[in-house]
């Protein structure tokens, strides 16, 4: 299971820290991604990392902004996002997949475990 937290209320460039929790004693073998959907748009790519932490991507949108981290000791993946701007502002969900966490994937139908998202909102 995963749990997404650290969501909130925040005014445009302002930062933020959302956290996955992985439960489960394998949470490292998987790669871990960070989805996010608008209020009348589809889910999208934001991050994802590598099982072991040492490969990444980034939406284009996000990319200089963002950055992905994961602490496999205590279960758990951060997302740092910075220079918050009111299109940021999302349900951020996160998920996993065991299949993707060396080569990585932007497609949400990759991932086999989903967080319940957690409400960033951003206003400018």
């Known amino acids: 299971q995963l749990q997404a937290s650290g969501g909130g209320l925040v005014q445009a460039g302002d930062s933020l820290r959302l956290s996955c929790a992985i439960s489960g004693r394998t949470g490292s073998s998987y790669g871990v991604g960070w989805f996010r959907q608008a209020p009348g748009k589809e889910r999208g790519f934001v991050t994802t990392?590598?099982?072991?932490?040492?490969?990444?991507l980034y939406a284009d949108s996000v990319k200089g902004r963002f950055t992905v981290s994961r602490d496999n000791a205590r279960n758990m993946v951060y997302l740092q996002m910075n220079r918050l701007r009111s299109e940021d502002t999302a349900v951020y969900y996160c998920?996993?997949?065991?299949?993707?966490?060396?080569?990585?994937?932007?497609?949400?139908?990759?991932?086999?475990?989903w967080g319940q998202g957690t409400q960033v909102t951003v206003s400018s």
């Open positions: 998920a996993a997949s065991l299949a993707y966490s060396v080569v990585l994937t932007r497609q949400a139908e990759r991932y086999n475990y």
């Open positions: 990392i590598s099982h072991r932490g040492g490969n990444t």
